[in-house]
């Protein structure tokens, strides 16, 4: 700092030399503000009162500001150009910083899709009435926690949010607190365990579903599994998992909820646990979708999976269309019976004889 610097001046050189901390900073300003916001709408006295962003600046680097002008009195500080050049270098690391975050929320979010399935509404609903009226059925309430865990929108935010609020049984409570973390939400905490008279089912641990077998049973006998639906099957290589992501990625950007069976059934469709079952569940799947699209790869050439599913699904009369990402001579000639999907900077979008529109238009 200079000679002579105000409160505000420090306060502005922390926010350009350490702007990731000062999102931090006012993220819990905002976070804390609403939380007691809602404690005085249901008639409570505030709890938190977190000071204003620059006032907490102040509060906390007290000492060093003393200290800092005190130097500066006895004639103790760095000229102009060491100045600025502090200055860059401490810009240069919040750069690293952010960029480092980023690509950690981006790992922790590369099997959640980013869009609103049409079931959301049935499983924060169904959640809350079955937790009601069967405490002691917990495998049930965790399957539907998994479920919403797939999508990141305001529904499950909102589902995970009531649950580490007020869930008894800690397993679920910590789920949704993980999940919240997951989905990158800030100033979440684990709820304490409540005080009180104990019930039926706040100390069961959950069963999780973790084979091909178990997962055909809940599609045949749960109310959830029934009720899924998907926009679009995306029939591809395992092998293309980057391909894959992007994809997933610009199709929910569009609105639209795809199946991939890595990510929507990550646990029970492991590539070690393939057997007939997996083999009935993928076509549970495609029942389940509106339609399917085929990415066409060197690698989707050699898949035994891919000419399987594209038949069953032609079978089924489901819309079909091919995104082609590898030309080679030898290609299968039933490819070119199917719509062309082409991927634009503005969205994806599919040929279909002499028209063009877009994939939502032609999945609808």
Not at 194 to 208: L, M, N
Not at 347 to 352: F, H, K, L, P, T
Request: with cysteine; proline share 3%; charged share 30%.
């Amino acid at each position: 700092m200079k000679i002579g610097f105000t409160d505000e001046e420090f306060v502005q050189t922390f926010c350009e030399c350490y702007p990731h901390l000062w999102k931090d900073i006012t993220d819990k300003h905002t976070a804390y503000q609403k939380a007691d916001e809602r404690l005085v709408k249901r008639g409570k006295k505030r709890r938190y009162k977190f000071p204003k962003p620059s006032n907490f600046i102040l509060y906390k680097a007290e000492h060093v500001i003393v200290k800092t002008r005190n130097k500066h009195k006895q004639g103790v500080t760095l000229d102009n150009e060491k100045i600025e050049q502090r200055k860059a270098e401490l810009k240069d690391i919040a750069k690293k910083k952010i960029k480092s975050r980023r690509n950690r929320q981006e790992q922790r979010l590369a099997y959640v899709q980013n869009v609103r399935p049409q079931y959301s509404g049935f499983l924060l609903g169904k959640y809350l009435r079955h937790r009601r009226t069967h405490p002691e059925d917990v495998d049930t309430c965790y399957m539907y926690l998994q479920e919403a865990s797939k999508y990141k929108c305001r529904d499950t935010i909102n589902l995970f949010q009531k649950v580490n609020a007020a869930e008894r049984n800690y397993h679920l409570r910590h789920f949704a607190f993980l999940t919240l973390q997951r989905f990158g939400i800030k100033e979440v905490q684990l709820r304490k365990n409540p005080k009180g008279k104990s019930y039926p089912g706040d100390k069961i641990k959950p069963k999780k579903m973790e084979t091909p077998e178990e997962l055909l049973d809940a599609i045949y006998n749960t109310q959830l599994e029934q009720h899924k639906t998907f926009d679009l099957f995306l029939s591809h290589s395992s092998k293309d998992i980057d391909t894959l992501l992007r994809m997933k990625t610009m199709l929910n950007s569009q609105g639209i909820n795809v199946y991939i069976d890595w990510v929507n059934d990550r646990e029970q469709l492991r590539r070690e646990l393939t057997n007939q079952d997996t083999a009935k569940v993928i076509i549970e799947r495609i029942k389940s979708c509106k339609a399917m699209m085929y990415i066409h790869t060197e690698a989707s050439t050699v898949s035994q999976w891919t000419p399987w599913e594209l038949g069953y699904a032609y079978a089924l009369g489901k819309k079909i269309c091919v995104l082609q990402l590898y030309v080679d001579a030898s290609q299968p000639a039933y490819l070119d019976i199917y719509d062309k999907a082409v991927v634009e900077d503005d969205g994806i979008y599919v040929e279909s004889n002499v028209n063009r529109i877009t994939i939502n238009s032609w999945i609808s």
